[in-house]
Structures are given as C-alpha cells and as structure tokens.
C-alpha cells in the first residue's frame, strides 16, 4: 500500500496508512459534559462541546478504515496512592480530586464522571489508557500499545488542548512519533490559548507537530478505507 498525505499545515504530512492510529484523549463526562467537574470549576463546557460532533466523524472514518483506536482517560485509583499530593492539594479546591462531585467522586478510576462520554465510547477492541498524569505516555502502557501494532504516525483529538494534548503530543515527538492534531477536533475552556496552543505545535516547520482538520483527516482515512476494499 503506497503512502498516503493528510492536508496540514505547515505542511502536508505523509505517512504509512499500514502505521496510522487515531488517539482520542480524555473525553470524559467530568470535562465535556454539563454538570462535570469542569463546569463547577467554572468553566464553559461549550468550548469543549463543540468538539464532539467532528471527532464522531473521524472516530466513525477511523473505524470504517481498520485503523488502530486508542482511548485515554485521566484519573486515579480509588485508593489515590498515585496521585502526587501536590496535585491533590493544588488551587485549594473546595472540591477536588478525590472529593465526591457532582458525577461521583472527581477524576477516580470507576467513577461515573472519570468514564468516556457515550458519544465517543470505545468499542469492543479498542484500547483505554488510564493515566495519573497530563500526558498519556507517563506511566502508562500506550508506548507498548503503540509498538506492538507498530505505529509511527498519529492522528489527534481530545481535551484540552494546551493541557492533556500538549503533554502527550510533545511526548510523543520526544519519542519519534509524528502526530496531526485536528484544530476542530480538540478543544479548550479558554479560546485564546486554543489558538495559541495550536499556534505553537505547527510553529516552526511543524516544531513537534501537525494542525489540521476532521475535514481532512477524514479524506485521508476514507482513501485508506478505498484501498482496502
């Protein structure tokens, strides 16, 4: 099968269509969803919510392609043993991680708000990291995941942009990966780091990534899905 592009910027990025896997990262009610965690802190959860409906669309191409997906979620055991007591004590939250919030106790493995919304749930087969930390590679399995199917290359989506997908886009380029992030398709409570934090990993020739598009990607996935059949 010959090498395929997705249309991004700086440039087109081209990969193996045989070592392409789709990440989705930190769906989860306690973010995106009315009522979460995110939204008692404060914040509007309609920025994250618009990301929805085009990360549907390339979860839907990527499965249509017989591409490898990963799901990640952030959180904790229940017993807390792995979450730094620094990051426990961390804005002096009235409710934090641990604490039972408005969706069963914050960001603890199990819980209901912790767990992937319905409309991105994984399926039969497709992988979920649970992780303690911002990035989906520290202590956890996803480097295996990803080598064991060998993948190279990496399409993006997930929340939050400047935070959980940052981190592990940037591990992820430490490590030899290539990764496209889909501007649509990941999403922030702030708009001006969105912009910012997608300015900064296309910014000097692609300094640890790709920014593109659901529009795009699909493209690229639906060639490969051509090919196949």
Same mark, same amino acid.
């Given at each position: 099968?010959?090498?395929?592009?997705?249309?991004?910027?700086?440039?087109?990025?081209?990969?193996?269509?045989?070592?392409?896997?789709?990440?989705?990262?930190?769906?989860?009610?306690?973010?995106?969803?009315?009522?979460?965690?995110?939204?008692?802190?404060?914040?509007?959860?309609?920025?994250?919510?618009?990301?929805?409906?085009?990360?549907?669309?390339?979860?839907?191409?990527?499965?249509?392609?017989?591409?490898?997906?990963?799901?990640?979620?952030?959180?904790?055991?229940?017993?807390?043993?792995?979450?730094?007591?620094?990051?426990?004590?961390?804005?002096?939250?009235?409710?934090?991680?641990?604490?039972?919030?408005?969706?069963?106790?914050?960001?603890?493995?199990?819980?209901?708000?912790?767990?992937?919304?319905?409309?991105?749930?994984?399926?039969?087969?497709?992988?979920?990291?649970?992780?303690?930390?911002?990035?989906? =590679?520290?202590?956890?399995? @996803?480097?295996? &995941?990803?080598?064991?199917? !060998? +993948?190279?290359?990496? $399409?993006?989506?997930?929340?939050?942009?400047?935070?959980?997908?940052?981190?592990?886009?940037?591990?992820?380029?430490?490590?030899?990966?290539?990764?496209?992030?889909?501007?649509?398709?990941?999403?922030?409570?702030?708009?001006? =780091?969105?912009?910012?934090? @997608?300015?900064? &990993?296309?910014?000097?020739? !692609? +300094?640890?990534?790709? $920014?593109?598009?659901?529009?795009?990607?699909?493209?690229?996935?639906?060639?490969?899905?051509?090919?196949?059949?």
């Amino acid at each position: 099968m010959n090498n395929l592009t997705i249309n991004a910027e700086p440039y087109p990025l081209e990969f193996d269509p045989r070592k392409i896997a789709l990440l989705i990262i930190d769906m989860q009610r306690d973010f995106v969803e009315p009522g979460g965690f995110g939204e008692m802190l404060g914040n509007d959860v309609s920025q994250l919510r618009s990301t929805i409906e085009p990360c549907s669309r390339v979860l839907a191409a990527a499965r249509a392609a017989n591409i490898p997906v990963i799901h990640t979620r952030e959180g904790h055991r229940p017993d807390l043993a792995d979450a730094p007591p620094t990051k426990l004590a961390r804005g002096g939250l009235k409710v934090g991680i641990g604490d039972e919030g408005p969706m069963g106790r914050v960001l603890v493995r199990g819980a209901h708000g912790h767990d992937i919304i319905p409309e991105l749930y994984p399926v039969d087969g497709e992988p979920v990291v649970d992780k303690p930390g911002k990035g989906a =590679f520290y202590e956890t399995d @996803l480097d295996l &995941i990803l080598k064991n199917r !060998g +993948i190279e290359t990496m $399409v993006v989506c997930g929340v939050t942009t400047e935070v959980c997908v940052h981190t592990t886009v940037r591990e992820a380029n430490d490590r030899g990966y290539e990764c496209v992030v889909l501007a649509d398709c990941v999403g922030s409570y702030f708009p001006e =780091f969105q912009r910012v934090a @997608l300015e900064m &990993i296309k910014a000097q020739g !692609g +300094i640890f990534g790709w $920014v593109s598009d659901a529009d795009s990607a699909i493209d690229a996935l639906s060639q490969i899905h051509k090919d196949a059949t």
